[in-house]
Every structure is written in structure tokens, then in C-alpha cells.
């Protein structure tokens, strides 16, 4: 019984922390707020590569020129 009682008293404590950590938890999302999620998530990938696309259109107008000037040298 010595043995078992220590046991007993860490097994009772975890359950307890466990109920009050998942009682403080965050809530389920809907379906509506994952999309929304997502949606944002997206928009921003977007926008970066947007920006990425412009910056390598760059680089290609960079790299004709300095086709044109070693063709023309």
C-alpha cells in the first residue's frame, strides 16, 4: 500500500492539471473560421510571390540590357 499511494497521488494530480489545462483550452474552429484562415494564409503567399514575380521580371530586364551592351561593346 506504501508503494501504491505515491502513485496514486501523481496519477490524481496529472488527471487533475489535465482537466483544467483542457477546460482553459481554445476552442474548436468552424469550418467557416478555417477557410477564413486559409484564405488570409493564401492571400499573403500571394502577395509574396507578387512580389517575387516582379523582382525576377527585374532581374530578366537587368540581364537584356547588359545583353545589349556586351552584344553592342
Not at 9 to 17: K, N, P, Y
Not at 40 to 46: P, T
Request: proline content about 4%; cysteine-free.
Amino acid at each position: 500500500m506504501k508503494k501504491f499511494a505515491p502513485t496514486l497521488i501523481a496519477v490524481s494530480a496529472l488527471l487533475g492539471l489535465a482537466v483544467n489545462l483542457h477546460s482553459q483550452g481554445i476552442l474548436p474552429k468552424t469550418p467557416v473560421q478555417k477557410l477564413r484562415e486559409l484564405k488570409a494564409k493564401n492571400d499573403e503567399i500571394i502577395q509574396k510571390q507578387a512580389a517575387t514575380l516582379e523582382k525576377l521580371d527585374d532581374l530578366d530586364k537587368q540581364a537584356e540590357q547588359m545583353r545589349f551592351f556586351v552584344k553592342r561593346g
